[in-house]
């Protein structure tokens, strides 16, 4: 059995690209590039800090942070919480996040995983004995145990510099008095208004008079603003063993659920090692399963055996071979990731470049696959994404997610607390290296990457957006390191996206004749489940200039948000 992962129309991911790119024509990163795409966004240019957000009063939070004296973390922190209140329907301390840190004084890497696990009283059984033959996608039954304020906290006590008060006084303001509601946030909202109507907490705290607030309203989360007043002064106990946590269990108890205050005392970030691949003389790096990097990883190793750069004159053939590429690194995804506490991953053999070569050896130049299988190998949509680099060169990829939007659509009560509905990326087949199992973590699409060389940074970048984000990393990277394009026209630039079998996402900027082209190759053209823009990810760049050593910044125009630096 393989997972199937629906298509959110939400973003997520991080990577990060060192300051020498030699092998490149950097010139591309300093000027106007001869590419095909021309943005409509210059880059953003700054010399001591910079941070790029999908929302311009986070960006706005973020850059305050930088200029008060705070670092990369003390800054990510305040703009996790902000995104929280202004960005409510895809992330929030009811989700999970991960991060990558790289600090420049000990050229140290490291990563962050704060995914949530199944609750303990939820199984296979529970379900099996109520005729359930597929995990929820909504519900109490997809709510697993959030893992992101967790991770603020131990992102915090490792790196950071500032108060969590402090960091998080921002984000209780705007929620206690406000802010003007921005347009996709709007769009975004709008779509879910049925769904949020099914819970009365989240219909009294996510709707305005039954219906979704309009760009340019004033929308205001007292309840939200509160929980959030008491998690900063009681810091991760507030959350876990406190009053927050005793909300939530109550709520639970009262409401079907299963979370308990057990599961969430249990609660624990991870501090874990980065996984790599070397893709024409770049270092990229992403987090180890049971998030989908991995993912990204293998296409980089299919793609670095043809030569894109000369093949970018066949434009049909080029779109055909990444997406082929991509097609076989998901088939592995969907076999293989799973939490490694509970199922031996063979990333070493996934990432082996033999095994490349092989998978490579599939692909047909004319036609297009279908049916894909994992290569056999013996084994014993809601999310935001950010990134911020500090005067002192440390950089923080971040991604926050509820997963879909508003997530399960269930609101703890008064507290204003979405929970994230995760749990409906598990498998109910028990021989699943995926499937349920109480206090496990389920397979988890945000991803956060980061691309280095020589040890030195060079860009934090990420794409939001369920399974967009390994796509949009290949994408992003392919644009910049095989085509030439500067920062913001590689983020720019016009996406697929596979979804199964033949089908894949096209936008219609990739022009008539290559997507006729690519529909004589088998290829199918699927259609979105809502705005095409919105299945396409929003991707968020800082890159290090590698002439003037200053900070270049882009921002997706897919999504409201923006780059800056001081």
């Known amino acids: 059995m393989s997972i199937t992962i629906r298509q959110t129309r939400f973003f997520v991911s991080p990577v990060l690209i060192t300051a020498s790119m030699i092998t490149m024509n950097m010139e591309h990163f300093t000027t106007n590039s001869s590419a095909q795409i021309k943005s409509g966004r210059s880059v953003v240019r700054a010399q001591h800090g910079m941070v790029a957000t999908s929302q311009p009063l986070a960006s706005q939070v973020g850059l305050d942070v930088l200029k008060r004296g705070g670092n990369a973390v003390d800054a990510a922190i305040a703009m996790a919480a902000m995104l929280n209140v202004t960005e409510p329907m895809m992330t929030g301390v009811g989700g999970d996040m991960f ?3 790289y600090w420049a004084k000990t050229k140290e890497l490291k990563g962050l ?27 109490m039954g997809a709510i697993t145990v959030p893992g992101a304020f967790d991770g603020w906290v131990t992102l915090r006590d490792k790196y950071g510099t500032m108060k969590l008060a402090d960091l998080m006084d921002p984000a209780i303001s705007y929620a206690e008095n406000g802010f003007p509601v921005m347009e996709k946030t709007a769009e975004d909202w709008e779509a ?12 009294s705290n996510y709707l305005v008079n039954g219906r979704a607030p309009r760009a340019g309203e004033i929308f205001r989360q007292p309840n939200l603003a509160r929980t959030l007043r008491q998690l900063a002064e009681g810091g991760r106990d507030a959350f876990y063993k406190g009053p927050i946590a005793k909300a939530i269990a109550d709520y639970m108890k009262a409401n079907g659920g299963f979370i308990t205050l057990e599961d969430l005392a249990a609660t624990k970030s991870e501090w874990v090692e980065p996984i790599s691949t070397n893709y024409r003389g770049y270092d990229v790096f992403e987090i180890p399963p049971n998030g989908q990097g991995i993912t990204a990883l293998i296409a980089l190793n299919i793609l670095e055996g043809f030569d894109l750069k000369a093949m ?18 998901f088939a592995d995804r ?11 991953i063979p990333v070493a053999e996934l990432l082996s470049k033999d095994y490349a070569a092989k998978r490579r050896a599939l692909i047909d130049p004319k036609k297009a696959m279908d049916s894909l299988s994992a290569g056999i190998i013996n084994v014993g949509s809601d999310t935001t994404y950010f990134t911020v680099v500090d005067k002192d060169g440390n950089a923080v990829s971040f991604i926050n997610s509820l997963f879909d939007a508003f997530g399960s659509g269930i609101v703890a009560g008064n507290t204003g607390i979405v929970f994230q509905n995760r749990g409906s990326a ?6 699943h290296p995926n499937a349920l199992a109480p206090g496990k973590r389920p397979f988890h699409t945000i991803i956060p990457a980061m691309v280095l060389k020589d040890g030195q940074l060079c860009m934090s970048f990420g794409v939001m957006g369920g399974a967009i984000q390994p796509q949009g990393h290949v994408q992003v990277l392919v644009n910049l390191i095989d085509l030439g394009m500067n920062l913001q026209e590689a983020i720019d630039a016009p996406r697929y996206r596979i979804t199964n079998g033949l089908n894949v996402l096209l936008e219609d900027e990739l022009g008539n004749s290559v997507i006729e082209g690519l529909l004589n190759m088998g290829h199918k053209r699927a259609k979105p489940p809502g705005a095409l823009r919105s ?32």
Not at 119 to 125: E, G, K, T, V, Y
Not at 129 to 135: E, I, S
Request: proline residues 7%.
């Open 334 to 344: 969907n076999r293989y990731i799973a939490d490694p506490a509970f199922a031996k």
């Open 426 to 431: 598990f498998s109910l087949d028990p021989k």
């Open 535 to 566: 299945s396409m990810g929003g991707g968020q760049a800082i890159m290090v200039d590698p002439v003037s050593k200053t900070l270049m910044g882009a921002s997706d125009p897919r999504k409201d948000g923006m780059a800056l630096g001081y």
């Open 113 to 139: 995983n704060a995914s949530g696990r199944a609750p303990r009283a939820l199984s296979i059984d529970y379900f099996a004995k109520n005729n359930v033959k597929q995990m929820p996608e909504f519900g």
């Open 192 to 203: 879910e208004v049925d769904r949020l109507k099914l819970n009365p907490a989240a219909t």
């Open 99 to 101: 991060a990558l840190v």
């Open 312 to 329: 970018r004159s066949e434009p049909v053939k080029y779109e055909h071979t990444l997406i082929e590429a991509t097609k076989l690194a």
